[in-house]
């Protein structure tokens, strides 16, 4: 039975949706995430916002060291 393509659409920009809330900064909310916290190895946040971050916004366990990442 074919889905009809509202309901197709729907989840298409849900899915979509999900994606971008899972590649965008946990703080800013608006700029990829690009930097990968220490010792934790979460990728949480994007080069201006991780400046003020004294803790993971994800685990919220204390940042030692950022490495600025590449996604292709």
Do not use: G, W
């Not at 916002?49 to 996604?71: E, K, Q, W």
């Amino acid at each position: 039975m074919p889905i009809p393509s509202e309901t197709k659409n729907t989840k298409t920009t849900d899915s979509d949706e999900a994606t971008r809330s899972y590649r965008t900064c946990t703080s800013c909310k608006q700029r990829p995430k690009t930097m990968l916290l220490l010792p934790c190895s979460h990728l949480a946040a994007c080069e201006q916002c991780v400046a003020d971050l004294s803790c993971c916004p994800m685990c919220f366990r204390s940042v030692s060291c950022v490495i600025r990442t590449f996604i292709i």
